[in-house]
C-alpha cells in the first residue's frame, strides 16, 4: 500500500480553478404555494396510441416517431409519453416549443397535464413546476403527475404538499393509480401519520382491498417500522395466489432483518402460496444472513434450481451474496464463474463492499473479463466507502491515465475519498480536471464545497458556492454543514436563515444539520425557532427529525423541552430512545437512563452498541457502579455485543469515580482488546482525582508511547505532573509539545443572549463591553468574598507563578466572564445557559454554586464532560465530574 504522498494523478493544472465557472441555467424560482385555488376541473381520460401507425417507425425509435409526427392532439399526447419514458427531454422541449405554436389555448391544458409528465419523467422538476404553475386550469392528471414527478425526483414531502393542495381544491379526485405514489412517499418520509390517513380514504373509498394499493401499504407500514399492520393486511387479504403480495411481505421481513419470519413465510409459500418468482427467491436469500442459515440458504438454492430461476442474472447475485455472508466463499466463487455477464461481477464487487470485504471486492474486479464506467464507479466507491482512501485514489489515477469517462458517482466518491485524507492538493487537481472535462455541474460543485470544507478551506468552499447561479437545498446545506465543521456556527445558522429567505424548502437533511449546529452552539433561542419552522412546514416529529430536535434540545440545556418533544414521538425507535437515553445521561440523570433503557426492552426493542454506550456513560455520570457493571455483562452474554473500547471507557471511569482506582486497573489489563488512548486517559483522570501516583504513572507513560503528539493527552500529564510539583517533568512535557508544533487548546465560554451569541476566551478584552463586564466580574467576587467566604482556590493554578498572579489568572476564567455578562445583561432570576470547550476547573464550579445562592440565578453550564445544573449553591454532579 502506497503512501498519499506517492500518489501522483498527474493532471494538468489549470488556471480556472479561481474563477467563477459557467453552471447549469439557475433554477427558476417558482413555488407551488402559488397554485390558484379554484381551477375548473378535466377527468382525464388516458390517451391510446394514436392510430396513425406511421407516428412510430418499425423498431420505436422515438426519433422518427419525433419526424413523422401529425398535427393531433392525440399524437402530441403520445409523444409526450414516449419522451417522457424514455427520459428523452430534449425531444420533449422541442414538443413543447411546438405545442404553442401549433394548439389554442383550451386544448394547451389537456397537454400541459403531459407536459408535466414528461418533464417529471426526465428528472427536470424545475420545468415541472413551471408548466405546473402557469396552468390555469389543472386536470386531475396534472396533479397526480406532479405528484409522481416530486416522489420519482426524491422530493416526498414537496409530493404530499401538491397532495393537500389538491385536496382542498374542491371537487379534484386522485387518480386510483396514484395512491401508491403517495404511499411511496410516505414511506420514504417516515410520515405514517399521512400514510394512515391515506388508508383510511382507500377504505372510503373501497379501493383497500386491490392487489396494487395492498402491496404499497404494506410496504409503507413496513418502512415505517409497523410490521405488525403489513402483516394484518397481509394475512386479511383475498388474493393469496398474488406471488406480487407474497413477494411484498417477505420483503418488509427481510429489508426489517426478521430473517427467520421472512424464512417461514417462503416455506409456506412453497407448501401453500402461489409459484415463486425471481422475486421471491431473493428475498428468501437475502434473509440468510450468517454461518447459520448457510444449511437454509442451499435449500432455496435447491428450489431455485428446481424453478430454473437460478439461471436469472438477479438470483445469481443473490446466491453469490448468500453464500459470502455464510462464509461458503468456494460456492459463491463457483457461481461467480459459471456466469458471463459483467453486471454480475459489478453486482459482486458491490456485495463485497457492503460486507467490508475490499480484499474480495479487489480479487473480483480483477477477474472481470470486460469493466465497463459502472464497474470501475463501484469498485471506487467501495473503497471509499470501507476507509480505503489511497486504494480508491490509485484507481482513479488508472482512470485518468486511461482517459476513461468519469461520472458524477466516480467523481463523488474519489472527493469523499479526498476529504478524508484531508489532501488539499489532490483535491485540486482533481477539481481541475472536472473542470478540464467539462463535468462541472452543480451536483459536484456540492462535492466540492463539502471537501473543501471537511479539508478546512472555506475561501475555495465560499467561492464555489457562490459561483453557483442555480443553488439548490444541497448546495446550501454542505454550506451550513462546512461552516459548522470549521468552528463558524454563527455563520452557518445566517446561511440557514438565508437559504429559507430564497423561498427554497429545507429538506430532512438541511434540518438534521442545522439542528445540530444549533445543539453544538448551545443557541436555544435559535433552536426553538427552528423548531417552530419545521413544524409550520409540516414536518412530522418522527425519524431522525425528532431525534436532532430531541438531541438540540438536550445540548442547550433545556432537558424538560427535549423531554417534552420524547413524549410527542409517536412511533419511538431505537434511535429515538438512545437520545433520550443519552439526553438524561448527560444532565446527570442517571436513574431515568436506566428506567428508560429497560421500557425499551420492555417494548421490544433491542438495544445497540451505541444504547449500551449511551446507558454507560450515564451510569458514569450518575455514579452507578453496579448498574454499570450489570449493564456491561447484559451487553456481552445477553445480546451477544462485543464492547467497543469506549464501553470500557465508560467502565473504568465508572470504577474511577467510586474510588476503585486499582480494581478499575485491574480491569485495564484484563480487557480483552489492547486498551486504547482513551482507556489511559479515563485511568489516569481517576489516578489524578484520588492521587494515585503510581498507577498514574503508568497510565501517563502508556498516554505518551501510545500518541505522543496527541495535544490533550499531553496537557493531561502536564497537569497531572503539575498538582504533584513536579515542575521539571511538566516544562519536559510542554518543551515536547513545543518542539512538535503543538498547542492546547485554549478555552472559550459563550452566552446566548437576545439571540446573539457572544463568545469570551481566558482573560479576553476583545468584546465591546469589555470594562464593564469586568467591573462586574469584580462586583460579583466581592460579593462572593465578604457573603460566603469565597478565597480562590490556587491548587487547580497550573503553572509555576506567584499567587497572586494565579488568583488573576482564575479571575480571567473565560466562564466567570461569560457570567458577568449573563448578570448585566439579562433580566434578574433569568436562567444564565453557558457553554464551555474545556472541563470547568474546580475554583470556578465553587465559584458557580456560590453566584447561584447569593444571585438567586440558576445557571446551566456544559462542559466538555457533561451539564452542570447550579441551583441554590448546589450543582447536579455533587461535585463529582
Known amino acids: 500500500m502506497c503512501s498519499v504522498s506517492a500518489i501522483s494523478i498527474s493532471f494538468p493544472t489549470c488556471s480556472r480553478l479561481h474563477c467563477n465557472v459557467p453552471t447549469e441555467p439557475s433554477k427558476s424560482n417558482l413555488k407551488l404555494s402559488r397554485i390558484r385555488t379554484n381551477p375548473s376541473l378535466h377527468c382525464h381520460v388516458r390517451v391510446p396510441p394514436p392510430r396513425n401507425r406511421k407516428l412510430t417507425s418499425c423498431d420505436g425509435g422515438l426519433i422518427e416517431a419525433f419526424q413523422r409526427l401529425d398535427g393531433s392532439i392525440e399524437a402530441y399526447a403520445y409523444v409526450l409519453e414516449l419522451c417522457g419514458k424514455s427520459r428523452a427531454i430534449s425531444q420533449g422541449r422541442q414538443l413543447h416549443s411546438l405545442i404553442f405554436k401549433t394548439f389554442p389555448a383550451i386544448e394547451l391544458e389537456f397537454l400541459a397535464g403531459k407536459l408535466v409528465f414528461m418533464y417529471g419523467k426526465c428528472g427536470s422538476l424545475d420545468e415541472a413546476e413551471k408548466v405546473f404553475d402557469e396552468m390555469r386550469h389543472?386536470?386531475?392528471?396534472?396533479?397526480?403527475?406532479?405528484?409522481?414527478?416530486?416522489?420519482?425526483?426524491?422530493?416526498?414531502?414537496?409530493?404530499?404538499?401538491?397532495y393537500r393542495n389538491m385536496r382542498s381544491s374542491e371537487g379534484v379526485p386522485v387518480h386510483l393509480h396514484s395512491f401508491p405514489v403517495l404511499l411511496k412517499a410516505c414511506a420514504n418520509l417516515g410520515d405514517i401519520r399521512t400514510g394512515t390517513e391515506l388508508h383510511s380514504?382507500?377504505?372510503?373509498?373501497?379501493?383497500?382491498?386491490?392487489?396494487?394499493?395492498?402491496?404499497?401499504?404494506?410496504?409503507?407500514?413496513?418502512?415505517?417500522?409497523?410490521?405488525?399492520?403489513?402483516?394484518?393486511?397481509?394475512?386479511?387479504s383475498v388474493e393469496k395466489g398474488d406471488v406480487v403480495l407474497w413477494n411484498s411481505i417477505m420483503s418488509s421481513y427481510s429489508t426489517s432483518g426478521q430473517s427467520l419470519e421472512t424464512l417461514q413465510l417462503f416455506r409456506y409459500m412453497q407448501m401453500n402460496g402461489p409459484p415463486s418468482n425471481t422475486y421471491t427467491i431473493v428475498s428468501a436469500l437475502t434473509a440468510c444472513e450468517g454461518f447459520s442459515f448457510a444449511k437454509l440458504g442451499k435449500e432455496i438454492h435447491a428450489a431455485a434450481l428446481k424453478s430454473s430461476h437460478c439461471f436469472q442474472v438477479f438470483v445469481c447475485n443473490a446466491l453469490i451474496a448468500m453464500y459470502t455472508r455464510c462464509g461458503k466463499m468456494l460456492?459463491?466463487?463457483?457461481?461467480?464463474?459459471?456466469?458471463?455477464?459483467?453486471?454480475?461481477?459489478?453486482?459482486?464487487?458491490?456485495?463485497?463492499?457492503?460486507?467490508?470485504?475490499?480484499?474480495?471486492?479487489?480479487?473480483?474486479?480483477?477477474?472481470?473479463?470486460?469493466?465497463?464506467?459502472?464497474?470501475w464507479t463501484t469498485v471506487i466507491a467501495g473503497y471509499a466507502q470501507n476507509d480505503c482512501h489511497v486504494e480508491a485514489l490509485e484507481l482513479f489515477r488508472d482512470v485518468a491515465k486511461k482517459s476513461m469517462k468519469t461520472d458524477e458517482m466516480m467523481l463523488g466518491s474519489i472527493l469523499r475519498a479526498c476529504s478524508a485524507l484531508k489532501s488539499m492538493p489532490i483535491v485540486k487537481e482533481i477539481h481541475c480536471h472536472i473542470l478540464r472535462k467539462g463535468l462541472l455541474d452543480t451536483v459536484i460543485q456540492n462535492e466540492l464545497i463539502d471537501v473543501y470544507g471537511k479539508c478546512g478551506n472555506m475561501g475555495y468552499a465560499t467561492r464555489i458556492f457562490e459561483s453557483i447561479k442555480g443553488k439548490?437545498?444541497?448546495?446550501?446545506?454542505?454550506?451550513?454543514?462546512?461552516?459548522?465543521?470549521?468552528?463558524?456556527?454563527?455563520?452557518?445558522?445566517?446561511?440557514?436563515?438565508?437559504?429559507?429567505?430564497?423561498?427554497?424548502?429545507?429538506?430532512?437533511?438541511?434540518?438534521?444539520?442545522?439542528?445540530?449546529?444549533?445543539?453544538?452552539?448551545?443557541?436555544?433561542?435559535?433552536?426553538?425557532?427552528?423548531?417552530?419552522?419545521?413544524?409550520?412546514?409540516?414536518?412530522?416529529?418522527?425519524?431522525?427529525i425528532a431525534v436532532a430536535v430531541v438531541d438540540m434540545y438536550a445540548c442547550c440545556g433545556d432537558l424538560q423541552s427535549a423531554n417534552a418533544v420524547f413524549d410527542r414521538i409517536e412511533r419511538k425507535g431505537l434511535l429515538q430512545y438512545t437520545s433520550m437515553i443519552n439526553a438524561y445521561g448527560m444532565h446527570g440523570w442517571g436513574k431515568a437512563s436506566v428506567e428508560l433503557f429497560n421500557k425499551m426492552r420492555q417494548q421490544n426493542v433491542s438495544p445497540d452498541h451505541v444504547s449500551f454506550l449511551a446507558l454507560l456513560y450515564a451510569c458514569s455520570h450518575a455514579g452507578l457502579l453496579d448498574e454499570g457493571r450489570r449493564f456491561l455483562k447484559i451487553m456481552e452474554h445477553e445480546y451477544k455485543l462485543e464492547p467497543w473500547p469506549e464501553h470500557y471507557v465508560c467502565l473504568v471511569d465508572i470504577l474511577g469515580r467510586a474510588n476503585c482506582v486499582l480494581e478499575a486497573f485491574e480491569f485495564v489489563k484484563m480487557m480483552k482488546t489492547e486498551p486504547t488512548t482513551e482507556v489511559w486517559c479515563a485511568l489516569l483522570a481517576a489516578c489524578r482525582s484520588h492521587s494515585e501516583k503510581e498507577i498514574g504513572e503508568i497510565a501517563a507513560q502508556r498516554l505518551i508511547e501510545l500518541e505522543p503528539k496527541n495535544p490533550g493527552n499531553l496537557v493531561l500529564v502536564s497537569n497531572v505532573f503539575a498538582e504533584q510539583g513536579r515542575w521539571d517533568d511538566v516544562a519536559n512535557v510542554r518543551e515536547k509539545m513545543k518542539a512538535n508544533g503543538l498547542e492546547k487548546h485554549p478555552g472559550c465560554s459563550w452566552i446566548e443572549i437576545g439571540g446573539k451569541v457572544h463568545r469570551f476566551t481566558a482573560r479576553d478584552k476583545s468584546h465591546p463591553e469589555t470594562k464593564v463586564i469586568y467591573e462586574k466580574l469584580s462586583e460579583v467576587t466581592r460579593k462572593l468574598e465578604r457573603e460566603a467566604g469565597y478565597r480562590a482556590n490556587t491548587k487547580y493554578v497550573l503553572h509555576n507563578v506567584d499567587e497572586g498572579v494565579k488568583v488573576q489568572v482564575l479571575h480571567g476564567h473565560s466562564e466567570r466572564l461569560a457570567i458577568a455578562y449573563g448578570l448585566l445583561r439579562t433580566p434578574d432570576r433569568a436562567c444564565l445557559r453557558i457553554t464551555k470547550n474545556l472541563r470547568v476547573c474546580c475554583d470556578c464550579h465553587t465559584f458557580c454554586k456560590l453566584v447561584s445562592k447569593l444571585f438567586r440565578r440558576d445557571i446551566v453550564m456544559r462542559d466538555a464532560n457533561r451539564f452542570h445544573h447550579f441551583e441554590s449553591g448546589l450543582c447536579s454532579c455533587g461535585d463529582s465530574w
Open 138 to 162: 389543472r386536470t386531475a392528471f396534472a396533479w397526480n403527475a406532479m405528484i409522481g414527478a416530486y416522489v420519482s425526483n426524491g422530493e416526498p414531502a414537496s409530493a404530499l404538499s401538491v
Open 201 to 236: 380514504l382507500l377504505v372510503k373509498l373501497q379501493y383497500q382491498s386491490t392487489d396494487f394499493i395492498v402491496n404499497a401499504l404494506i410496504s409503507m407500514y413496513a418502512k415505517n417500522g409497523d410490521l405488525s399492520a403489513a402483516r394484518r393486511l397481509f394475512d386479511g
Open 331 to 375: 460456492e459463491a466463487g463457483r457461481i461467480f464463474r459459471l456466469m458471463d455477464n459483467h453486471d454480475v461481477g459489478n453486482t459482486l464487487i458491490d456485495m463485497y463492499s457492503k460486507c467490508n470485504h475490499t480484499s474480495y471486492m479487489g480479487c473480483a474486479f480483477l477477474m472481470m473479463h470486460e469493466k465497463d464506467l459502472i464497474s
Open 472 to 544: 439548490d437545498v444541497v448546495s446550501w446545506t454542505s454550506m451550513v454543514s462546512s461552516s459548522a465543521h470549521n468552528g463558524n456556527e454563527n455563520e452557518a445558522v445566517e446561511l440557514f436563515r438565508r437559504m429559507v429567505e430564497t423561498g427554497l424548502a429545507a429538506d430532512s437533511i438541511a434540518l438534521s444539520s442545522i439542528l445540530s449546529t444549533v445543539a453544538n452552539l448551545s443557541a436555544l433561542m435559535k433552536g426553538r425557532e427552528i423548531h417552530g419552522y419545521l413544524l409550520r412546514k409540516g414536518f412530522c416529529l418522527e425519524g431522525s
